[in-house]
């Protein structure tokens, strides 16, 4: 098993570009989540998807974060217009059954927005 | 409001000695209580977990110690390796639920 594939691993945009960010789950694993992680927020939730439909997207910063899951290997993640206070490492879980065997994590997508 | 707190925020530990993560909640829902390890560049990986029927489980050098009572739990790594070194977070869910995550610890062990 490949486990989860994010892509890309590292993107530099300007200020007011779209960023899309991507996300493939584990084959059979039916919860997704997108998390962001700075060294002042630590690990932050920003939405699951539970059978690619989601499910909470409070923890979306503001209307300029989207996400989708259009089926079940495959998720993405939009920023629209992007700012500078986006960067930051974004990371795709995923698990079956949400939280009753553990997530399991992608690398991650580093962003740094200039 | 932060649902699991964890402390310390870093951690030096000489090669050799025990290195001792806590964390503590309030929701007493929560059934399920992992710790991920992360190392630089990488995503978090589930590295043991308990759930509070136990108050103890081992896998290695790596045990978890459970106070439901004090609804409290803590990370203790044996004979720490400097291979160690990485940021550690604990984590919480009730049922099928959601995991929430401390804010991390970053261990680095000392050859």
């Known amino acids: 098993d490949a486990g989860v594939i994010q892509s890309p691993r590292h993107e530099v945009t300007e200020m007011g570009q779209e960023v899309t960010l991507r996300c493939k789950p584990i084959?059979?694993?039916?919860?997704l989540f997108w998390y962001r992680q700075t060294m002042m927020r630590g690990l932050e939730l920003l939405i699951y998807?539970?059978?690619?439909?989601?499910?909470?997207d409070s923890g979306m910063p503001e209307d300029r974060f989207s996400a989708k899951m259009p089926n079940a290997s495959f998720s993405t993640l939009k920023i629209q217009p992007s700012e500078p206070r986006d960067s930051a490492v974004y990371f795709c879980?995923?698990?079956?059954?949400?939280?009753?065997?553990?997530?399991?994590f992608g690398s991650g997508t580093r962003l740094t927005v200039v | 409001q932060q649902q699991v707190k964890q402390s310390p925020q870093s951690l030096i530990v000489q090669k050799g000695g025990i290195s001792i993560i806590n964390c503590a909640y309030e929701?007493?829902?929560?059934?399920?209580f992992p710790w991920y390890q992360q190392f630089p560049g990488k995503g978090p990986a589930l590295l043991i977990a308990?759930?509070?029927?136990?108050s103890e489980k081992k896998e290695g050098r790596f045990t978890i110690s459970f106070n439901k009572s004090a609804k409290q739990f803590s990370l203790h790594i044996m004979d720490s390796q400097p291979g160690d070194s990485a940021t550690y977070f604990c984590?919480?869910?009730?049922?099928?639920?959601?995991?929430?995550f401390g804010t991390g610890t970053r261990l680095t062990v000392i050859p």
């Open positions: 879980a995923s698990s079956l059954n949400r939280a009753l065997v553990g997530y399991t």
């Open positions: 084959s059979g694993h039916n919860s």
């Open positions: 998807f539970n059978n690619n439909v989601p499910i909470d």
């Open positions: 929701n007493t829902a929560f059934d399920y």
């Open positions: 308990i759930r509070p029927d136990v």
């Open positions: 984590a919480a869910s009730s049922g099928a639920n959601n995991l929430f």
